[in-house]
């Protein structure tokens, strides 16, 4: 299984759940919201190397964390993997909302300069501003919109535009969430968690708590599991792929 993008380096006792983490999944994506602890996890995390480390800056501390920015771009060139980072539009956030869009322009005109990267991006409350950054600056970059809670349209327009997207547990528990996560086409999925931050029954949700997308994708698709499963690894591949060839090619 895959774990497109979870928290792995704030669950509590960290350390100890990596060797689990490793042997469970096929492929982990650990997220991170700043890069002083992407430095950090990056190296803890070095001896796995089916979980990577994604360089990020979480939009709802760009305040707090914006003078981190400048070892982010410079570190974009030795990395394959970027996220979390992205805009958050809720009312909480709003205040910050120029420096999270300066700082998330900045992050993908920095991705594209190096040939383009994966990106998990983050567009709780703000789908239509993530979607105009992307229209705007990604052409090699692959974006990935996590917890993706756009309308039928914007879905429609994010793939357009080359996006993928990751669907986890929490989102499958809302009419919304599932019927969103309906829309998106098979060959642009990936799986997610979100944990420790999303919890079902409130607690937090763990890496190869995904086999709850492999299901619903399984039903809503019908198609066995095995085959989903087939799917999913496939997508990875070739995504992995595909930023690899455009990298040569730049
Ligand atoms: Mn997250």
Known sequence: M???????????????????VASRNKFTLAVTTSPRAWAIARDKFAKYS???????????????????????????????YI??????GSTQYRETFPLQEDIFSQILQ?????????????????TQHVLRKIA???????????WFTGSEKEV????????????????????SGRRTAGLVPLDRVLPETDGPFATKNSLPLMPWDVIEVYQFLGEKHRLNQDTIEEIIQNNLNR??????????KF
């Open 50 to 80: 089916n979980i990577k480390v994604a360089l990020g800056l979480h939009p709802e501390i760009v305040q707090q964390k914006k003078n981190e920015l400048d070892l982010l771009l410079r570190s974009i060139p030795t990395v394959n």
């Open 110 to 126: 920095e991705c594209e300069a190096n040939g383009g990267r994966i990106i998990s991006i983050h567009s709780r409350c703000a």
């Open 239 to 248: 995504m992995e792929r595909s930023i690899l060839e455009k990298q040569t």
């Open 136 to 146: 705007k600056h990604v052409q090699n970059s692959i974006p990935v919109l996590h």
């Open 2 to 20: 895959i774990d497109f993008h979870c928290h792995l380096d704030l669950y509590r006792d960290a350390m100890n759940l990596l060797p689990m």
């Open 83 to 88: 996220g979390e980072v992205g805009l958050d």
């Open 156 to 175: 429609l327009q994010a793939i357009d535009l080359g996006c993928w997207f990751s669907i986890g547990p929490a989102m499958l528990s809302s009419f």
